[in-house]
Structures are given as structure tokens and as C-alpha cells.
């Protein structure tokens, strides 16, 4: 699910720094948006940092030359783009301006085009708070259905105590998590997400792996997570922290992996094969350290059982996804595995490639369908690139019915 976070400019503005990284850990995509004022207080990097997405920061910054349609429509975009739009930090002004329906900036704007749900957090000076005008606009606004996060009682910064603080970060994502409810359309269904590189042992301190970061895996975990979905995350050696809501099972080798997903198989309905999974293993796993000697060393390997094909054999009319990293013919060998392994789906994307594929934060893939489509997602966080698949893998389950 897609959230819009409009940081307004006041001292608590850090604050929703925290909030982004809270907000993307439950495994929402947050955009966020600030307004001049907010970026007085802490610099567009920050958010940019923790999203992975580039930040808003006004309605006719990019104006001039071919950009200027663009940029001018561009708070529409977002509007349909974002199932819920939270303000962290709410000032007196922007709840005045959201109020009265001006329009005079990217945020303000944004909200009178935005038809979804909307969250604010106000914070501000005790008497600002406590003024009728201030309070009026907040009746305004909690009549049009908007959730208000009520500020906290404390030590304010220009030195008064009362209410007025920022609700802490936690608490505004709990009540964003509650929100969403109504928006978890992977509720009931359990999904097996594999993750990560698997290591095959050479001798106790020697292993043979691959340079895949988990992130992918680890991405669709959260966004299924986030949907309502039941997780298990079965996770090769990586050093991600464990998903929001998620259980993570932790494996080493192909085998420990390809062992953790038949255990969890028969209560899925979709399993989701991100992992790069080793093809090899050592067929003579030394029991003692090997040592160096000036001859030639080889090892023999002995291919590791194919999971992915083997869960293609017993899946039932379970939703299989598989992905297929490539350097070249990515069409075209994704669909080769979805055959050869009775995928119902194969991500394929090119490996070797700028910004995309195992270390990258972002991700470029080509869907391949059961159904013959072929769907070529733009480039993308790999939040957004794991939502927009279940999305596909939803619609694909309904063609899948139907054609029975
Ligand atoms: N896979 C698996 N078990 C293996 C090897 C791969 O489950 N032992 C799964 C991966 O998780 C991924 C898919 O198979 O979903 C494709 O992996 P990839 O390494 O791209 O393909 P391979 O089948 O190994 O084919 P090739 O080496 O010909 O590219």
C-alpha cells in the first residue's frame, strides 16, 4: 500500500524521519512531500535516504521548459498514486490551509485532489493549539472523516509545557497500520517467500555463495505482510533485520532451505521463490580446515535439488511464483522456467545491469504469465516492484478461475 507523507515545517519535522523509516518497515511505500517551511528544519536527503524514493518538495520547483506539464499535474498523479495521505508534523497553518481548501502549495494542493485516507498529526505551540481557530479547523476536519493523531503533553520547544508535541512516531504508524485495515487484500491467504543466497559449505570456515542481497525477497515479504497476508519468510544467510509481522526462518544451505519450504507447503496458497538458491553443493564437505598447499585444488560439486521445480510438481492449485535472474534472453528464459518448473508466474530480471538487480534498492522486472502475457514494470523500489506482483499474482489467480 502506497502512502503520501506530507512533513510540515516545524522543529517535531525530524520526527517524521523516524515516522518514514516505521512506516516502510511495516512495509508501506511512502512518499513523501515537504513543504518549504519542513525544509528549513531537515534537508529532502534524509527522507530520500530512508525511502529510497525521491522526495517532493514543491509544486513548481521543476517548472520551465518540457517539465512544466508535467510538474503541473504532478500532485494528481501522486493523489491517485497513494491510498493514504499523513501530515507529520500538522502545523496551525497547514491544518488552517487544508481546512479552508486553499491550494497555494505542492502539499496543500495534493490534499484537495486526494479522495483516500487521510491522517494528521498536528503539532505546534500550546496556546496555537488551544486557539478556537486552530480548534475549529480541527472540527472542520474531523468531520470530513480525516484521523487526527492528538498531539502529546510535554516540555514544548520554545520552552512552555503543555499540549502540543508531536504523538510519537509509533503511535502515528500504529493508527496508519489501522487505517489500512480496510485495505488488506491478502488477508486469509499464506504465503511461503523464500529469500537470499544460500551457502555451501567447503570446509568449517569456507563456503561457497552468490552476491544476492535478500532485499527482494525480503521486500515481498513485508508487502504481503502489510496486505493482511500470513508470512513465512524462509531466509538464506543475509543482513536484513526481520520484516514487520513476518516469520522468519532462517537457513543455510540449499538442502536447510528446500527442507524449511516442504514444511510449510501444504498450508500455502502462494510461494513465492526469490531466493537464489545455489545450484551446486560440495560433494565432500571437509571436515577439518583445508590447508594450502602449492597444488592445484579442485572441488567436486553435485547438483543441489531444483526447489522451485519441485514445488512446481506438488503445488496443487497453489499460486507459484518464480524468478529467474538473467544477463541476457530475459523474455525468453523466464518463460522457459515457468514451463520447465509449472511456475504459474516468473519474475525475470537482468542482473549486471545500473541500479537494479542484487545489491540495488531498486529493481527493474518483466513479469512472464501462465497466461501468456508478458508485463514490463517500470523501474521501481523493490517495495513498489513486490506490491505491483501480488497485484499481477491476484488478477492472475482470477483469469486462472475463470478459465476453469
Ligand atoms: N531455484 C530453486 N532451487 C534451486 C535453484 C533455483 O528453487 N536449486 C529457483 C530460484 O529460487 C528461482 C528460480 O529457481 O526462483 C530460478 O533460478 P535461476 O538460478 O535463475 O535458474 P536456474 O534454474 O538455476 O537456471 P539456470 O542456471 O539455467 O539459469
Not at 189 to 197: D, F, N, S, Y
Not at 236 to 258: C, E, H, K, N, Q
Request: charged share 20%; proline share 4%.
Amino acid at each position: 500500500m502506497n502512502i503520501a507523507l506530507g512533513v510540515g515545517g516545524g522543529i517535531a519535522a525530524y520526527k517524521a524521519a523516524e515516522l518514514a523509516r516505521l512506516l516502510e518497515e511495516r512495509g508501506f511505500v511512502v512518499q513523501v512531500l515537504m513543504t518549504e517551511a519542513a525544509q528549513q528544519f531537515v534537508r529532502p536527503l534524509t527522507f530520500a535516504a530512508l525511502t529510497g524514493r525521491k522526495v517532493i518538495t514543491d509544486l513548481f520547483a521543476s517548472a520551465g521548459g518540457e517539465e512544466t506539464l508535467s510538474s503541473a499535474v504532478e500532485h494528481i498523479r501522486v493523489a491517485q498514486d497513494n491510498q493514504m495521505l499523513i501530515v507529520a508534523p500538522a502545523t496551525a497553518d497547514l491544518l488552517a490551509r487544508f481546512a479552508h481548501g486553499l491550494a497555494s502549495d505542492f502539499l496543500t494542493t495534493l490534499y484537495l485532489a486526494f479522495t483516500g485516507t487521510v491522517v494528521l498529526a498536528p503539532a505546534m505551540n500550546t496556546n496555537m493549539w488551544r486557539h478556537p481557530a486552530t480548534q475549529a479547523n480541527l472540527e472542520t476536519l474531523r468531520r470530513r472523516g480525516h484521523h487526527i493523531v492528538e498531539p502529546e503533553e510535554g516540555h514544548l520547544a520554545c520552552g512552555m509545557t503543555g499540549p502540543g508535541r508531536l504523538a510519537q512516531p509509533e503511535r502515528i504508524a500504529a493508527i496508519a497500520s489501522a487505517a489500512a485495515v480496510q485495505l488488506r487484500d491478502l488477508e486469509g491467504e499464506r504465503i511461503v517467500v523464500t529469500a537470499g543466497p544460500t551457502e555451501e559449505p567447503i570446509d568449517p570456515v569456507r563456503f561457497i555463495s552468490n552476491r544476492s542481497s535478500g532485499k527482494m525477497g525480503y521486500s515481498l515479504a513485508q508487502a504481503a505482510a502489510a496486505r493482511g497476508a500470513d508470512v513465512v519468510l524462509v531466509s538464506g544467510p543475509v543482513t536484513l533485520p526481520d520484516p514487520y509481522g513476518v516469520t522468519v526462518l532462517r537457513v543455510r544451505t540449499a538442502s536447510d532451505m528446500r527442507q524449511a519450504v516442504m514444511e510449510h507447503l501444504k498450508d500455502a496458497s502462494i510461494i513465492v521463490k526469490a531466493a537464489a538458491v545455489a545450484d551446486y553443493h560440495v560433494a565432500n564437505v571437509a571436515s577439518r580446515k583445508l590447508k594450502k598447499t602449492a597444488m592445484r585444488l579442485s572441488l567436486e560439486l553435485d547438483p543441489t535439488v531444483d526447489i522451485l521445480a519441485e514445488v512446481g510438481q506438488k503445488k496443487g492449485d497453489r499460486l507459484l511464483i518464480g524468478f529467474a535472474a538473467e544477463t541476457e534472453n530475459l523474455v525468453a528464459e523466464a518463460r522457459r522456467k515457468m514451463e520447465t518448473k509449472n511456475c504459474d508466474m516468473v519474475v525475470g530480471n537482468l542482473v549486471g545491469t545500473d541500479g537494479t538487480g542484487f545489491e540495488a534498492d531498486q529493481n527493474e522486472v518483466t513479469l512472464v504469465v501462465r497466461t501468456g502475457d508478458v508485463i514490463k514494470l517500470p523501474r521501481a523500489t523493490k517495495l513498489e516492484v513486490a506490491n505491483w506482483i501480488f497485484d499481477h499474482a491476484l488478477k492472475l489467480r482470477l483469469a486462472l478461475h475463470a478459465a476453469q
